[in-house]
């Protein structure tokens, strides 16, 4: 067991450090900077400093364990504060926004060791790991540990709490397989609960049909305790809604007007129209309430009958769709006309996923954006303020 050296304050040491070695500081200061922010947090843990004697102390410092983080600063060993007694301690820091780095790296570093990986992908191993030297035992120990993790996450119970709102999208993602890339399903729902505070409720990737795809990543949403589901939002996917008839009967279903509009233009014949037919559809869709906007579309179909009978065709079979959106209380309308909240959350995947461009197999997919959604899922859990103001009206829905 080692003992650091006493810093109540390393600020001063981090500003000389800075100033006589520049950046070759930097990984001496972030260690530094973690010793000092884990023993401030093993205080509060235990309610009391360092020798401290106080009434309200839960437990009691027992010294320190060296442990070596992989950073994209090369490696750094701090000294990880240790507890003893009835209080349950291991600092945030070492696990809050790190399961995603790790699983990056993971995901890249399974390339290196399956031997399809290029000078890019050992580069950039190299600048999240600290190192181009990796083995497949590694690789595999370290999975092992974040899968473990991940999977509890993802089957963990959903509580005794209604989601009378769920969001639904999907993405598509490359992976190998038999010696070919191929297209991988990425599933992921959202739920808006009875407090009005957004959950990630659950991840999928699936390389099967679709609708099966669909069918059974709702149904372990409901066998997980997904309940009081009122609402869904999602744009038209491919199997989902034959999924949603099965899995939820009954259920109100709006179509993204994010995506209707953007669906909208593929149908309209000259270039020159495109900026007129969206300018419509935007009044419709932004009426004051579902009869005005009914009585809006049903002049944009008379209008186009003739000029554009594909397009009239096209607006009076999927436009009234976007248009269940109106049943809800009007404080919830803005943020539940669209699936914008998965479509943020698509791009966070995104922005990451695509370090990767190619993943090894299925399960590289799944472990890395399962890593970015639990700690998407925790910030929501942090959030000021909720999501929707559940308190101005009950989540039921109106008929007007």
């Not at 699983?103 to 181009?132: K, P």
């Not at 929501?380 to 308190?391: D, I, S, T, V």
Request: charged letters at 25%; glycine letters at 4%.
């Amino acid at each position: 067991m080692t003992h650091p050296q006493s810093q109540p304050n390393p600020l001063k040491e981090i500003v000389n450090l800075i100033s006589t070695q520049g950046t070759e500081g930097l990984t001496e200061s972030v260690r530094l900077l973690l010793n000092h922010a884990m023993e401030v947090e093993r205080a509060e843990a235990l309610r009391a400093d360092p020798y401290e004697r106080t009434a309200e102390r839960k437990g009691h410092a027992n010294g320190f364990k060296p442990k070596t983080l992989q950073t994209r600063l090369g490696e750094i060993t701090v000294a990880v504060p240790q507890v003893r007694g009835e209080v349950d301690f291991y600092p945030s820091a070492l696990e809050r926004g790190q399961r995603s780095e790790r699983a990056l790296t993971l995901s890249i570093a399974e390339m290196d060791v399956q031997g399809v990986s290029t000078r890019r992908v050992g580069a950039v191993l190299s600048q999240l790991a600290g190192t181009l030297e990796i083995s497949s035992m590694q690789v595999s120990r370290a999975a092992a540990q974040l899968d473990e993790h991940l999977e509890i996450w993802r089957n963990r119970p959903l509580g005794s709490l209604a989601h009378p709102y769920l969001i639904l999208d999907a993405r598509y993602e490359k992976v190998r397989r038999d010696g070919t890339v191929v297209d991988c399903a990425v599933l992921v729902a959202i739920g808006v609960d009875a407090s009005g505070t957004r959950t990630i409720l659950g991840v999928s990737t699936a390389l099967s049909e679709v609708h099966v795809h669909w069918s059974a990543f709702l149904d372990s949403l409901q066998e997980r305790g997904l309940h009081g589901v009122a609402f869904i939002v999602s744009d038209d996917h491919p199997g989902l809604r034959k999924a949603l008839v099965s899995r939820f009967p009954g259920v109100p279903w709006q179509r993204c007007q994010f995506h209707l509009q953007q669906n909208a233009t593929q149908h309209v014949p000259k270039l020159a129209l495109r900026e007129v037919v969206a300018g419509e559809l935007r009044e419709v869709l932004h009426a004051q309430n579902r009869p005005l906007a009914e009585a809006l579309l049903k002049a944009m179909v008379s209008k186009y009958a003739k000029s554009a009978p594909e397009l009239s065709a096209w607006l009076e079979l999927n436009v009234p769709e976007s248009l269940t959106v109106f049943c809800l209380p009007k404080e919830h309308r803005q943020r539940l006309r669209t699936s914008n909240a998965a479509e943020r959350v698509n791009q966070e995947l995104k922005r990451r996923t695509r370090v990767a461009r190619i993943f090894p197999n299925p399960p590289s997919l799944l472990r890395l954006v399962s890593a970015l959604l639990t700690e998407i899922d925790e910030d929501w859990a942090c959030a000021a303020a909720p999501y929707l103001p559940m308190n101005l009206r009950p989540p039921t829905l109106i008929t007007t």
